[in-house]
């Protein structure tokens, strides 16, 4: 069963919700945004996320605005990191609200990753293709937030997010859940052998069948990177019946989502978000 579901908002804003782990765990907020509910034109229509982009920084703010309505948070409590396709993990507490949301200056610099066990505090990172995972420590009410593109893939963030809530809040891997949400699957991500390479190289995933050759280029692979980040996840100490995975892609569904690789870069950006209300 996927465990992103479609939900429209009050507001017409088109979110993703992680539904099983709302009924969970009570006071949770967790999904990723799709691409309609906002102001923004194209190429960013209309849900665009990202400052970084050439989009227009009041519509993009006012778009997060939208987001925060629709689920009933107010705008002053989300963060925003400045990412970097790193591995660094940002603490998150709560003299940081509102940081990154209003303009990039005084975004979390250089952080793709974010953990928090701190109430009232919504932590975003934003996407177009790559993938978002999250985690919950229900014993410690402890939560994170990684983008996981092939360089940040390749660095075991989802790993160092699972070592950093353990070194900041004594979570115990076995006690985490996880889960990968909407993404460029398979389906659609060429890589060539540098790719492949690096992630052979920096990971101890050798000998698993996370890329294949492409049936349409010579030379290129069709690279798995959901699946790659549930491997690493498992190897982090994550139970394996404790991850949950979509089966939606960024790239085939781009009516829905925002795909970099689709649209030849020039699109908008989706956020996921986890907090506790």
């Not at 940040?152 to 790993?159: K, V």
Request: with cysteine; aromatic share 8%; charged share 20%.
């Amino acid at each position: 069963m996927e465990p992103f579901v479609q939900h429209i908002a009050d507001n017409g804003v088109e979110l993703y919700r992680l539904e099983g782990w709302l009924s969970r765990f009570p006071g949770l907020s967790a999904g990723f945004t799709g691409r309609s509910g906002g102001n923004g034109r194209a190429p960013y229509a209309s849900l665009n996320l990202g400052l970084h982009v050439d989009d227009e920084p009041a519509v993009v703010v006012d778009n997060r605005r939208l987001l925060a309505g629709a689920l009933g948070t107010p705008l002053e409590v989300w963060t925003y990191g400045e990412q970097v396709h790193g591995a660094r993990v940002q603490l998150v507490e709560a003299v940081h609200k509102g940081r990154g949301t209003l303009a990039r200056a005084d975004a979390f610099p250089e952080a793709d990753a974010f953990i928090t066990a701190g109430r009232g505090i919504m932590m975003a990172a934003l996407f177009a293709d790559c993938v978002p995972l999250y985690f919950i420590d229900p014993a410690h009410e402890a939560v994170g937030l990684a983008h996981a593109g092939w360089k940040g893939t390749a660095q075991e963030i989802a790993r160092r997010t699972v070592e950093a809530m353990g070194q900041t809040f004594g979570t115990k891997p076995a006690d985490l859940h996880a889960a990968i949400g909407p993404s460029i699957g398979a389906c659609c991500y060429e890589v060539d052998d540098r790719v492949t390479g690096s992630i052979t190289a920096q990971t101890a995933l050798h000998g698993e069948p996370f890329f294949r050759p492409s049936s349409v280029n010579a030379g290129k692979f069709m690279l798995n990177l959901q699946e790659i980040n549930r491997k690493i996840m498992i190897e982090a100490g994550i139970l394996p019946q404790r991850i949950e995975m979509t089966s939606l892609c960024t790239s085939c569904a781009v009516s829905r989502f925002f795909s970099h690789r689709k649209e030849n870069g020039r699109t908008g950006r989706m956020a996921a978000w986890i907090g506790w209300v």
